[in-house]
């Protein structure tokens, strides 16, 4: 079946470590690819997207992701975590030829970031 | 400015009970998403509304889920008959809605059904 996969399920680092959380997809095709965050007892919300153009992608909060077409992969990155990073991370796409614009997400990845 | 707004955000019903859930979106958007979020899982579409159009339904897991939106705003998503495997955290998004490449979704904070 088409899905969106998230490898790791729960990531544990220190702070000052660096971050890669992968996420690979099975769509054919162009899509839109997301990354969400839900931080503890707050709203979903977007870190960054990608839909055409340069495959790496700036997001918020020193966040960046980079598509690799080749390998159906969308993985986040940071260099440098920080506490506050401790949330749910959510990659998601819209696969191609979507009659809306619904988001396929990932079950998610748990980031633990001790102090 | 105001984001997506959900009520209630918590609510337990008794197995067999219907259930109404609200979902007032960002002021102007005119797509509007309903997911279901079970525990430990990501988000799944249930339904999207372009003004009060829905335009897609297939993410409704049976006939006892009924969604509406009928002046193109305030959206509600109702369960009938409430089962114990209908316990998730219900999201409404709603987005710009201009078929933008990538348009952002703005999520709201969910509603947490539990059904005993």
């Known amino acids: 079946a088409q899905s969106v996969s998230q490898h790791n399920h729960h990531v544990i680092l220190s702070e000052a470590a660096s971050l890669e959380l992968g996420c690979n997809y099975s769509?054919?095709?162009?899509?839109?690819l997301f990354w969400y965050v839900q931080y503890p007892g707050q709203h979903l919300q977007l870190l960054l997207k990608y839909f055409s153009g340069d495959p790496l992608v700036k997001g918020i909060k020193g966040f960046e992701a980079e598509f690799i077409k080749s390998k159906f992969s969308f993985n986040l990155r940071k260099p440098s975590v920080q506490w506050s990073d401790t949330a749910e991370y959510f990659c998601?796409?819209?696969?191609?030829?979507?009659?809306?614009?619904?988001?396929?997400f990932g079950s998610g990845t748990r980031l633990s970031i001790r102090p | 400015g105001a984001g997506v707004s959900q009520s209630p955000r918590y609510k337990v019903a008794k197995r067999g009970q219907d259930v109404a859930l609200r979902c007032d979106p960002i002021s102007g958007h005119v797509s509007l998403f309903w997911y279901q979020q079970a525990l430990g899982q990501g988000p799944e579409f249930l339904t999207y509304f372009q003004n009060e159009a829905q335009l897609d339904k297939s993410g409704l897991p049976s006939d006892r889920f009924f969604a509406e939106r009928p002046e193109g705003s305030v959206s509600t998503l109702k369960i009938q008959r409430t089962q114990q495997e209908d316990s998730a955290v219900y999201l409404c998004?709603?987005?710009?809605?201009?078929?933008?490449?990538?348009?952002?979704?703005?999520f709201g904070p969910g509603t947490r059904l539990l059904v005993l």
């Open positions: 769509y054919g095709g162009t899509v839109n």
């Open positions: 998601a796409v819209i696969p191609p030829y979507s009659s809306a614009s619904k988001i396929i």
């Open positions: 998004a709603s987005s710009l809605g201009w078929e933008a490449e990538g348009e952002t979704q703005y």
